[in-house]
């Protein structure tokens, strides 16, 4: 009988907007992921190989919204659950090794929340696969068989929404022997690992202005109909594209969420659409990345987005 807790499992059912406006990653994610093995060697050394491709994937996003969209979607294609930990919880070590004994039977994608690279969370994980996938007898606990996973069914996806503007290596530490090819997603080129070898790297995201239909698209049909819900999604995509042209000069790790057009334009019905627009452009001054030279910026962008 599963040991996981119920409300680490996420549903998978999104909607094809989302598929959609993730197609660029997706192409990427596909063909790095066909690379992978149908059994991961966890003995090769990484100074003369073999390396195997892991299904572990490092998203560095502050806003942590692609990462966690990309492993649902992930699950979706590959028909099999997702569980989602944090890596400050203190069950998430013992819900992990739950996690991996699943993997034996099948594919599962976790998505893990990181706050840097350090921590139990993807510790374990990289001496899991050290030890192939097999607990230790002195961490199982009472009643319970030792896990014996399968590393190559088991799709890791690394959100961290606190990286460095500069990553010395993606997680888990690509240098290391007994860890396999990882896929670094960084948002900008300028932040390819200092540290590349044994990682991939997913190609620069289109920039918003080519996203905007789709974001458009994605809006409008996660939105419940309203009769100001056109107007309010089209202020939001030009509210959105406005803050991302204007942060992502200064911070290369910001990227449009679509979270706060989702909070806002479920309200219609009870807020009218200039309320909601202005709490809508409200929230997202409010999660400008903070520095003690950004205050020149949230004046312009204020002002930008008002009407």
Same mark, same amino acid.
């Given at each position: 009988m599963s040991q996981i807790p119920h409300h680490c499992r996420v549903e998978t059912a999104l909607p094809a907007a989302t598929?959609?406006?993730?197609?660029?990653?997706?192409?990427?994610?596909?063909?790095?992921?066909?690379?992978?093995?149908?059994?991961?060697?966890?003995? %090769?050394?990484?100074?003369? %190989?073999?390396?195997?491709?892991?299904?572990?994937?490092?998203?560095a996003d502050l806003t942590g919204w692609r990462g966690a969209?990309?492993?649902?979607?992930?699950?979706?294609?590959?028909?099999?659950?997702?569980?989602?930990?944090?890596?400050?919880?203190?069950?998430?070590?013992?819900?992990?090794?739950?996690?991996?004994?699943?993997?034996?039977?099948?594919?599962?994608v976790v998505h893990l929340e990181l706050r840097g690279d350090s921590g139990q969370v993807p510790g374990t994980l990289r001496e899991a696969l050290r030890r192939g996938f097999r607990q230790p007898e002195r961490q199982v606990p009472d009643g319970r068989d030792p896990v014996a996973g399968e590393a190559a069914n088991t799709v890791v996806v690394f959100t961290d929404t606190r990286p460095s503007k500069r990553l010395a290596s993606p997680l888990p530490a690509a240098t290391t022997p007994y860890t396999g090819a990882v896929l670094s997603y960084a948002p900008r080129r300028s932040m390819l690992p200092e540290q590349p070898d044994g990682t991939t790297y997913l190609a620069e995201p289109p920039a918003i202005h080519e996203r905007e239909a789709k974001l458009e698209s994605f809006l409008l049909e996660t939105i419940p109909d309203a009769p100001d819900s056109e107007q309010f999604v089209g202020a939001a995509v030009d509210a959105l594209s406005i803050t991302h042209s204007v942060i992502g000069k200064r911070d290369l790790l910001f990227d449009v969420s679509p979270r706060l057009a989702l909070k806002y334009g479920r309200h219609l019905e009870t807020l009218s659409l200039s309320a909601a627009l202005d709490r809508f452009r409200a929230d997202i001054l409010g999660q400008v990345p903070q520095s003690p030279g950004s205050t020149d910026l949230r004046e312009t962008l204020a002002d930008l987005l008002r009407e």
């Open positions: 598929d959609d406006y993730f197609a660029a990653e997706r192409e990427t994610l596909d063909a790095y992921l066909d690379l992978v093995p149908d059994s991961v060697d966890h003995t %090769g050394d990484a100074a003369v %190989g073999p390396i195997d491709a892991l299904p572990w994937l490092y998203v969209t990309l492993a649902r979607l992930l699950a979706a294609q590959r028909d099999c659950p997702c569980y989602q930990l944090s890596a400050m919880a203190r069950d998430a070590v013992p819900t992990l090794w739950e996690v991996l004994r699943a993997s034996a039977d099948g594919p599962v």
